[in-house]
C-alpha cells in the first residue's frame, strides 16, 4: 500500500521545522499525512506544558494552523476545547454510528460528559488503540522496523518533555522489552543509524534537516530511558490508532487485508475501566440511541447530535462485520489481564465471528469449549472467591485499626487454610484407611517374612510362624511360660515381672533386629494397652484431668500415636495391599513438603515487596507521603489516629536525618561510649536469654519429674501444665525487658523496633529449641537399664516412657491446649479487666487502654503452628485441633481489637511485617524438620506401639519399599542419595548462591550508575533544549 | 441472588464483570453499598446521579483526606455527582484485584489538584497538608518545606520541580505499601 512509502519519510517530518513542506508533500495521499501526524500532538505539548525553564520548541504558526484544517491535528495539552473540536466534529464523531447499529442494550455507555477531559479522550484513544490494532477488518499496521525504531527514538524525546503522553497506557509487561531493545544498540550505532536514515529520506523542496542534525543527534543520545518506557509504544500505538480510525472514517473497510492479530502481540492492554468502555464505545458508535432517550440524565442537545443514525449505503454484511468488531474491541481491552491478549483476542475472534455466521462442525464444536473453558474459569473463580472467609470482620477491623492489623488476622487466616490442609492430608491417608481397611490377617506374616528375607538389610530371620514363647525364648525359664499364658489375665505386675526375667543379652539394644521386634512387639504392644488400661479411671475429675493430658482414656485413641498398626492394610477385599507404616511416613513427608511449598509461594509473593522495601529507604518521604493514608480507614477517631501517627512518623524521620547528621560529627569519646553501652546490652540480652533456657530447663524437668508421683487433681494439672506456663509468661515478660534495654543503646527508632523483634524471635524459639532438649533428653536418658521393651527409670529420676512417641503427643497436645487456653484468659480475663479499669477509673489513665502488639501475636501464632509442625507426627490430630483453634482465636482476636485494644501509635507497615511472618515461620519450620528428622532417622521406635513398632527405625520402611523397585531405579536412587551426588551437589549450591550474590551487587551498582546517568542526562536535555528554542526563535526570526 | 435478579439481568453482570475487575457477586454487594448511600433515590432510579454530599456519607470517604478528589475523579461528569457505574468503576480501582498500574494512575489523578497533569509543589503541600490533618500537632511551616523538598528530591528526576506520570509512577512502583493502602474493601 501506498502509506508504507512514507514511513520512513514521516519518521522526520516532523522533526525538521518545515512543516509547511510536509503538509503540502502529504497532500498526494491525504489518509497518509493525516495518520502520520497523529503522532505530532507530542511535538505540539512541549509547547503548552507549563515549564519554568521554557525552552520549547515552536513551531511556525501558518504551519500549525495548516495542520489545524486537516483536522487531525490533535492537541492533547490543550483543554478540552480543542480535543472537542477535532473529533466533536460531526464528521467524524457521527461517522461511526452510520456504520454501527446502535449497540447492545448496555446500561453504561450512557454517560453524556465525554469529551470534557483530554485525558480521559487520550486513554479512550489508546484503548481506541488497542481494538483497533487488534481489529480482524484492519490491515497490518505494523511499521517496518527501522521506521517504528526511529519513532520511538523520537517519541522517547519528547517524551521526556511533555506531558501529553502521559503514559496511561502502561503496561509492564511490554514496556521493558521495547526499552530494552532500544538500549541494546550501542548509542553510537544507533545515531549512525539515524543519519544514515536521514540521508535516504529525500526532502520534497532539498530544505534539508541538516540545520538540526547536531541538535538532534544530541537530543537523541541525551534520552532517558528510566521512567518514560511506556512512551515510545504509547506513540507508536497512538499512531496506529489514527490509522485504524482513518481506515474506519474512509470506509474502504472491503479492501482491508487480514487481521492483524501480530500487531497486538505488543500491545496487550492492562484493565482498565469502564469508563474507557464508555469512550470506546463512544468512539466506535456503539451508543444505544434507545438507552440514552431512556436515560434522563443525558444532556438533550448531545443526544440528540449523537442519535443521528443515518446508515446510509452500507452493506448489510459489512455492518454486522463492523458491530462485531466493535463488540468485540471494546471487551477485548478490559478482558486482556486475563490470559495473553492475542490468544483471548483470537477466541473472542472465532466467538464473534461464529456469532455472526453460524459456524459448522469443528468450530462450532471448537466454540463451545472455549465458552464452556470460560465459564468453567468463571465458575472456579467464584468458588475460589466463596472460600474467602471473613471477608466482613477483616472489614471491620481495618476500618478500625488499618491495615497492620489486618495483616495479622490474614496471616491466622492462611495458617488455618494450611493446616486444614494438613488435617485433609491425614485424614485422607492415615485415618480413614486405618479406621477402613482390614489389617492382612494370615498372610501378614507370610509378606513380613517374604519382603523381610529379600531385603539384604537384615539377617535371614531363622524360622517366622506364629508365636509361641517357647519359640521365642527357648531358654527361659517354665515358670515365665505360665505367666505368659496368663497374660491375656491383663496384670501388669506379671508382665513387668517377665521383662526383669528375660536373659540380659537380649536387653543389649544391637542384638534387636527387626526379626526381633516382630517377636517382641505383640508381646509389648499388650503389656502397654494393659499399662495403659491400668491408669484409665472413670472419675469425672480424672476424665478432665486425662483429657488435659492427653492421658489415660485419651492415650490409646486415634489421637496419638501409639493407637496405630503396623500391619499392612487390606484394600476392600482386593489383594492389593495398602503400606500403613509407609502411608504414615509419606504422609508426614507430604505435609511437610506442601507447607514449605506453599510457604515458598506466600514469600516469593512478597519477596518483590521485600526487595521494595529494602529499596524503599531511597524514597521514604514519597512513600509516606503518596501511600501513607490507608485507603481502608472508616473510623472516625482512627482516622484522626491515622493523622498524628503519619505526623509523628514523617516528624520522626525528619529527626532522623538530622539525627543521621549529627552522627558523623559524634566524637570518638561518644563512639566509644555507645558501643560500650551495646556491647554490655548485647551481653545482658544473651545472658537473660540463657537464664530464660535454664529456667524452661528446670521446669520441664520438675514438671517430668513430678509428673511419675501420685498427684491427684488441680495440682497436678498444674504440674503437668508448668512447662507452657513458664513459655508463656516468659513471652510476656521478657520482651518488655527488651523494650527496656534497647532504649540506652542509642539506635535509630526503626533499628530499634527490629532488634527487639528478633531477640523476641529468639526467645520464642529457643523456648522450642529447649522444650526439645527436654524431650530428647526424656527419651534418651543415659545409664537407664532398659527392659526389653526398652523402658526404664535411672537413678536420676529420668524415666523413659512405655512409648514416647506418645509421650511427646501428649506433650505437644498440652501445649496446644494450653497456648489456646492462655489466650483465651489473657482475652476475657486480663485486657478485658484492663479495659474496665482504665474506662471506669481516672486512677489508671496512665497505664491507658491495650494496643493490639501485631508482632508479638504473630509471635504467638508462630509459636502454636510450631507445635502442629512438630507434633503431627506424634498426634495425627493435632491439626485438626490447631484448625478449631485458629477457628476460635479469630473470633476472639477479633474481640480484643474491637472491644479492648485502642489503634496503636505505632504504625505497622503492612508490606514490612508480612514477610516479616514468613521468615519467623520459616525459622521455626526448620526448627521443627531437624529434630523430627532426626528422630525418624536415628532414633529406634517404641516397641509395644505405633505404626513402626517392628522396625529398627521409622525410616526402614521407605528403604523396604525401594528394595522392591527395578534395579535400575534403585541404583539411580542409590546414587542420588549417596555422598558423591550430594557433595557435587551443595558444592555448585554454594557456587550459584555466590554468582547470584555477585550478581545482585552488581545489579545494585549498576542500578546506582544509571540513577546518576539520569539525572546527568535531565541536565544535558534542559540545556539542549534551551539551546534548541534559542536555534529556533533565529530561525523565526530569520524567515521573516 | 434472588431478589437480585430483578435489578440486574445476568447479562448486565456479565458485562460488568469484564469491565471492572469484580466478580458478579461482589457487584451485587457493590450495588448493596450503592444503594445505602441514597435507598430511597437508588431504588426508584438504578441510574440515578447521587450528589457529591451523599456519596461521601461512604464510611470510607467520610473520613478520607482525599475525598472530594476521589469523586472528583471517579465521577464521569468530572463535578463529583456519581453514578452507579462511576462507583463500580471506583471501588474496582480500589479493590484488591486491580493491578498497580491502574490505581497509579488513578493515585496521580487524585494527587493531582489543579489537574494540569503534574504534581506541583502546591499539590504536593496540599497532599500533606491533608495527610497531616486538622490536628494539633502540626508540622512546622520549615518542617513542610523540608519534606516537600525531599520528597522532589526523591522523586523528581528531572529536576523540573514537577512530578510527571512517569516520575510518579516509578516511585510508586517502588513503594512497598502502595498497594495495600490504596484499597477499599468491599
Known sequence: MAYRNFQNFDNYAYECDDYKNIHSFDHSNSRNSVERFSSRPNIDFSVNSRRPPGPSYERPSDVRNGLRNSEFQVNMGQPSARVYDIYGDPEILIQPQNLYEPGPSRNFYHDSHWKGQPIRYSKALQNFNHSAGQGPQLPDIKQSDQGSADLKRFSRYHGCQEKLDFPYYTNQRNGPQIDQDLLAQPSTSRDTGFQQHRSNFKMPDGHSAQNLADDDDAITRSQSSFSYRDRPRLLDAFQSSKSAYNELTVRRPHTAPEPAISSLRHRQSAKHTMKDARQIAKELGLYSKTEEVSNADTNPSEMNSESQVVPAGLQDDEETKRKCWARMCQSITYHAHYTSASKEMENRNKVKQAQVSPAAGFAAWELRQQKAKKKLWETWKELISSLNVWSHPLKRIEGYHGTGVVSYFLFLRWLLFLNLGIFFLVVLFILLPHILFKPLESSELKIENKTLASSNYFPKPAALRLYSPSDLFPNLPDEVFSIFQDIGGKAFDQASQITSLLPSALKSDKAFFTDERLKFSPFCSENYTVMVNNFKSSKIDLVLQDFMQGTGWMELTLLFYGYYNHYKLNLFGTTRIYNFPLAYLLTTLAYFLASLVLMVGYTTEGVKETLMTSESQLHKYCDMVFAGWDFCIEDKKTAMLKHSSITRELKGHLAEDQRNAELSQWTRKKKAKVYTVRTIVNLAVLGLLILCGYILLLVSNLSLEKSGEDNEGFLAVVIQLLPSLTITGLSLVVPTMFGKMVTFEEYSKDFEIKITLIRTVFLRLASIGILIYSFHHQISCSGVSLDSCKQGINSLGCKKPMCWETYIGQQLYKLVLMDFLVAVFKTFVVELARKFIVTHCTCAKKIGRQEFDVTSNVLDLVYSQTLCWLGTFYSPLLPGITVIKYFILFYIKQFTVMVNCVPSQIPYRASRSNTFFMIVLMLSFVLCIIPLGYSIAEVSPSFGCGPFRIYSIMWLPVKEMIRTWPTTLQSIVDFLTSAGFAVPCFIILCLALYYYSAQTSAHKHMANVLKDQLIDEGRDKQFLLARLSEVAKQRELITT | ?????????????????????????????????????????????????????????????????????????????GDGTMTFEDFLDMMSVFSDAAPRSVKTEYAFRIYDFDEDDMISVEDLREVLNRLLGPGKKKLNEEDIEELIDNVMAEADLDEDHFLAYAEFEHVISKSPDFLSSFRIRL
Open chain 2, 1 to 77: 441472588m434472588g431478589q437480585q435478579e430483578s435489578v440486574f439481568t445476568e447479562e448486565e453482570l456479565e458485562d460488568y464483570q469484564e469491565l471492572t475487575f469484580f466478580l458478579k457477586k461482589e457487584i451485587l454487594h457493590c450495588y448493596k453499598r450503592f444503594e445505602m448511600l441514597a435507598p430511597e433515590a437508588v431504588s426508584k432510579n438504578r441510574n440515578v446521579r447521587l450528589p457529591m454530599a451523599t456519596v461521601l456519607t461512604l464510611p470510607e470517604l467520610q473520613v478520607n483526606p482525599f475525598r472530594d478528589r476521589i469523586c472528583k475523579v471517579f465521577s464521569s461528569a
